[in-house]
């Protein structure tokens, strides 16, 4: 008898618990509705549009610790006058509570995909960067719990554009890397800055890559694009650009000085596209790391690319460069000039 009532006991209590944990789940998945409503707005302020999330189930995964299933998020990223669609599709979340006062949350995401750097290449990829996981924590203040939200929305935004946040956080990714049909996988990782935190690209990785392009690229500004991730394909179409443009010119007029054009539109197209300091910074780490370049050759260079960025700061347009190379007595033409 005391045998049979221990076991009904038993049952009845793990009936609440299977009872209470269902109703747990149901909560949770209501909750998580709500909230993800308020994530959707948060995220069309922070320059997303038409922000849609979806997840297939959430469930209590530990006691302190809720898990969110197949996660698909669409929507449109305002990048200056360009509208980007984007994709993100991720197995699983977790939310875990790592302190309760003041309340801190662990989030982690496994396996999660991301499309959309441009319609071309969605055409042509169906994810440009995938990975296996990316933690964070977040410390939120249960009188205003949307202010965590948008903190942490902010958070990944500005790592997504490239920014330093604050908090260190764990990601394990990877990027492809296309130029000229060259496809590049390049490992995306988390590195320490000055100011803070940030993303990084794999030196190493990046050095196959542009070990397979045209061009000089030095450990320094290999070094440089690996801590500007986002700007990596960019500042190989401008170093290009610069190059094929000199090139042109060169075939165009007799006797052109290629190499004066070249720091000059070089450089003025990166401080155009990025500001004065980082193209400085683009351009020096070129010139420190180059081998074979005399003292003469290297004060020449860097005269030039100073001239670009004074060119693009006072408004002068390209199409007045060659002009400009070819009439301003502060051009170093050609090494011999500066001799």
Known sequence: MIKKSFTALLLLVVGGFVLLYALSSSLLHQLSVTHLEKVELIANGHDFRNIDIQFSEVHLSGLRTATWSTIDIRGEKIHTNNVIPLRLTIDEVHARVVELHPLEVELEIEDFKVGGASLEQQKRFQFLLSGEHFKINEKIDLNSP????????????ALASGKHVSEPF?????????KDEILQPVRLVARRYQDGFGLAFSTEDL??????LSGNYTA???DLISRYPFR?????????DAESSAQAQGAKHKNFPEDAYRHI???FLLTRAYGHEYAQMVTDAHEEGLAGNDVFAREMDLMNNKLGRDYAQSQVGREDLVKKVLEDKRVIQRVENIQ
């Open 146 to 157: 949307g202010e965590a939200l948008h903190h942490l929305a902010a958070t990944l935004d």
């Open 265 to 267: 539109l070089w450089s």
């Open 170 to 178: 764990e990601i394990s990714a990877g990027i492809l890397l296309e």
């Open 232 to 240: 990596a394909l960019k500042l190989i179409d401008i170093k290009r």
């Open 207 to 212: 050095k196959k890559f542009t070990s397979r």
């Open 220 to 222: 320094g500004e290999i």
